[in-house]
């Protein structure tokens, strides 16, 4: 599990230098949570919450983001030109996976795969290095977000010719 992981990293004899906040997702189970949130209590780098209404504030607060990489958290991470560290899960589906190496390729956020063994070290300079890495190109986020328009600009020709059809059978045309 992924928070097991950056904890294990925090609790090291080389921690990362950077400040985390962990954020339990609302549908962990309760003694997966406390046990995290000992371990959390322990260490004076590392917070904990366990929802938030309003993630946002905290992407735009953030250094960086760590997280495994479903749609809508990498959306997230890209809409605010943050760094990211996407650690992603494989199964059921292998598209966190997919998605993460192609953003990693274009330069969009780090990646690391989960080998099982999920050594401290490796998450630990895997953050420190996501911590200073750039942000995102400012240009190519702005062509990755704007899948709405494109989508619109490309129907716009055949849904225009539908409604025009419409309008000629509603007119008896």
Not at 96 to 107: F, K, P
Request: glycine share 6%; net charge negative; charged share 25%.
């Amino acid at each position: 599990m992924l928070i097991d992981w950056v904890l294990r990293a925090y609790e090291s004899d080389a921690p990362p230098a950077y400040p985390a906040l962990v954020l339990f997702g609302p549908f962990m189970q309760l003694e997966t949570r406390h046990a995290f949130q000992e371990r959390v209590n322990r260490l004076a780098n590392v917070h904990s919450t366990t929802f938030e209404a309003h993630v946002e504030e905290l992407y735009g607060r953030a250094l960086g983001v760590v997280a495994m990489g479903g749609y809508n958290t990498f959306c997230e991470i890209l809409s605010f030109g943050k760094p990211g560290l996407i650690v992603p899960r494989t199964v059921p589906r292998q598209e966190q996976l997919l998605r993460a190496q192609r953003a990693s390729e274009l330069g969009l956020v780090q990646y690391l795969e989960d080998d099982e063994i999920r050594d401290a070290r490796t998450m630990a300079s895997a953050i420190e290095r996501m911590a200073r890495s750039p942000k995102p190109d400012p240009l190519l986020l702005d062509r990755m977000l704007s899948g709405l328009d494109a989508i619109s600009e490309l129907s716009a020709p055949w849904l225009d010719e539908h409604h025009t059809e419409l309008r000629r059978a509603n007119a008896g045309v």
